[in-house]
């Protein structure tokens, strides 16, 4: 089955290439977990979409990613949530929740794949989280919960 990655799938591609797999993978992994569409030739606007939005947050070598690692270390990221009586949140901090308070810290795109923390957060106070940049660079976030 030709297909359309919408995201990166480690050993088959990045965002925007074509790959060609077999039935069963497609439509018990890739399709169901949002990772590709199907392929059509009306597809090649949305492979040009795609390859655009990963070019503009890609970061291009070692040099940027480094960069980005000594920005996010030093900058102050703050996750409000919503707290009940004694303290204790409702639900948990994901990493996409993480993920949208970097970008509100730092203005940086940082896909929510790419953060990684100790089990789920459920307290307030500070935590601390993995960003990973590619090249081998991973930066350690100091996230810090509080109420809303």
Do not use: C, Y
């Not at 060609?20 to 009306?42: E, Y």
């Not at 890609?58 to 030093?74: N, Y």
């Amino acid at each position: 089955m030709k297909l359309i990655l919408t995201r990166e799938v480690a050993g088959l591609g990045a965002a925007g290439d074509v790959v060609t797999v077999k039935d069963g993978f497609a439509r018990n992994f890739l399709l169901p977990r949002g990772n590709a569409i199907a392929w059509s030739l009306g597809g090649e606007k949305q492979i040009q979409s795609i390859r655009r939005a990963r070019s503009a947050r890609e970061i291009r070598d070692i040099d940027h990613a480094k960069e980005i690692k000594a920005k996010l270390e030093s900058s102050a990221v703050t996750a409000k949530v919503k707290v009940g009586a004694k303290g204790v949140l409702f639900g948990s901090v994901t990493d996409k929740d993480v993920a949208a308070a970097i970008k509100n810290a730092v203005a940086i795109d940082i896909d929510r794949h790419s953060i990684k923390t100790k089990g789920h957060i459920k307290k307030i106070g500070n935590h601390e989280v993995k960003v990973s940049l590619g090249h081998n660079v991973v930066a350690t976030v100091t996230v810090s919960v509080v109420a809303q």
